[in-house]
Structure formats: C-alpha cells, structure tokens
C-alpha cells in the first residue's frame, strides 16, 4: 500500500507555501549582483574612459618631461603637474573666478537668446513653405561666416564689448540650433500627419502632438552642437575684444609668457564645454524618456 508521501501529486508538492510560512532568505550580494548587471555597459564605459584620461596624462608628463620634438615641439609646453600647480592656485584667486563665472553668463544669454529664437522659427519654416523660401536663402548666406569675421561688425552693431560678445556667442549657436530643428521637420513621417487629420486633429494640435515630439531628437542634437559652436565663439570673441571671460585669461598668459596658464584656460573651457553639453543630454533624456528606453 502506497503511503501518503508517494501519492501526493506534482502540482501538490509544487503548491506555493502558507501565508505564515517562513520566506527563505536570499543570497548574499544578490542586490549587488543584478545592480551590476542592469549596470555592466555604464561601468565598461567609465572604465575605459577613465583608462584613456591616465594614458593621455601619462603621455603628456612624458613628452613634456623629455622635451621631444618630432614634428611639433613639447619643449615649452607646461608638465601636468605645473598646471595642477597653477590650478591650485587659480582656484584661490577672484580674478580667475570672475573669469569664469562671465564666460558661463554670456554662454547663458547668447544660447538661450539662441535656442528662443532658433527652435520655433525652424519649427515653422518646417511647416509653412513660403516662410522656409524667404528666410532660409538669407540663413545660408550667413551662415558660413565664421564666428571671428563678425567681431568688427558687432563692434560697430553694439554699444559696449559685452553685448557684441553675447551678439557673437548668440549667432554661433543659432544656425546649428535652426539647421538641426529645420531636418527634424522634414523628416516627420507624413503618414503621422494624415492619421492625425483623419481623427480630426486641427493645425494646433498637430504641430503639437506630431511636428513637435518627431523633431525633439534632431533638436537636441541641434542644442548640443549649438553649445560646442558657443564655446569656440565665445573664446574667439573675448581673445579679440574681451576684457575679461576664460578667453581673455587665456589669451593674456600667452601675452605673459604664463604657459602653465595657457594649458589651464584651454583644459577650463574643455570642463565647461563638456559640463554644458552634459546638461543638454541630462535635459533631453528627460524630455525624451523613450529614447532612454
């Protein structure tokens, strides 16, 4: 005669426990293995960054520490630790601060100034054909002109040398900011656009519910390369007719023969740059949490 134990069935012995029943406790690092796993691209991605930072650093102590010459000459280029020196005692000094500080406020005003204007005229030069026709001949012809060509001109334009720099900082990042959001719309998918009039969408909330959302990815792709171009007109125009901004810092130790200076304003407007497209990518993700996705 068989005993209970052999008769219970499968489904029985696989029935979930008691609601009193004691839950077996998990592994050990459980949590931190599947935060590393969810993580393992991030953390490959820092890790070699990080890698290639300490190689270039090394790199650059021994170029600078031999004085070689192959082609380019590293004998009066500053070893990294004269710039960390000369960093140490930046961070202590008001005057690299204020620097700073006007160079972030006018990279402020000229790429917001930019970023108001540029997106919603691109926007409706996507969708209205006469618009496009009579503003965007007169945007190519300007736009090839570099950003230093215009430092006279915005002299003459602008009263004092803060509004003609803002002037140049603002032009430097408006046409990639008008350029990019201008493709966005002209890749929106039509079919999008018939579905939505199919249900009765009006003009409004189709350029809000369609037109908008489509080009929000070729608009941030258009901030964040309006951002690079700021930086390098911004520092272009504080070298030529700025008194003060991490341009003219950098452009007054040369002046000195300040080399460790030097490499210190070109590695701050790196920081900056960087840290400013990082807030765009930051603001996109959020905007765009699909793309994240």
């Known amino acids: ?23 077996p406790p998990r592994r050990p690092g459980a949590r931190a293995v599947r935060w590393f796993r969810l993580n393992q691209d991030r953390m490959r991605s820092l890790l ?31 070893a990294p630790l004269a710039v960390y020196a000369s960093f140490t ?28 204007v540029g997106v919603p005229l691109g926007l409706i030069m ?38 003609s720099i803002v002037f140049i900082t603002f032009l430097g990042s408006f046409f990639p900011i008008l350029v990019n959001t201008l493709h966005g719309m002209t890749l929106v998918d039509p079919v999008l656009v018939r579905a939505a009039k199919c249900l009765g969408a009006r003009e409004s909330a189709i350029f809000r519910e369609v037109y908008f959302p489509a080009s929000l990815p070729h608009i941030f792709t258009g901030l964040t390369v309006g ?17 003060f901004g991490i341009g003219y810092f950098t452009w007054e130790a ?10 210190l304003g070109m590695i701050a407007i ?7 497209s990082l807030v765009i990518r930051t603001a996109g993700q959020m905007v765009m949490p699909w793309r994240s996705r």
């Open 89 to 116: 005692k930046a961070i202590h000094d008001p005057h690299f601060l204020m620097h700073v500080v006007l160079s972030c406020r006018r990279i402020f005003v000229g790429f917001s100034l930019a970023a108001v």
């Open 270 to 276: 790196g920081v900056l740059g960087l840290g400013s």
């Open 1 to 23: 005669m068989n005993s209970p134990a052999l008769m219970t069935s499968p489904d029985q012995a696989a029935a979930p426990a008691a609601p009193g029943a004691a839950i």
């Open 126 to 163: 996507g969708r209205f054909r006469l618009i496009h026709e009579a503003v965007f001949p007169v945007a190519e012809v300007l736009r090839p002109i570099p950003a230093i060509a215009w430092v006279p001109m915005a002299i003459m334009l602008w009263p004092t040398n803060e509004q």
């Open 254 to 263: 040369y002046s000195l023969v300040q080399y460790a200076d030097i490499a």
């Open 48 to 78: 070699i960054g990080t890698v290639s930072l300490l190689l270039f650093l090394i790199a650059w102590h021994l170029l600078t520490t031999y004085r070689v010459v192959f082609f380019v000459r590293f004998t009066n280029v500053p």
């Open 227 to 243: 951002m690079g171009v700021a930086w390098v007109s911004l520092i272009a125009a504080e070298m030529i007719s700025g008194q």
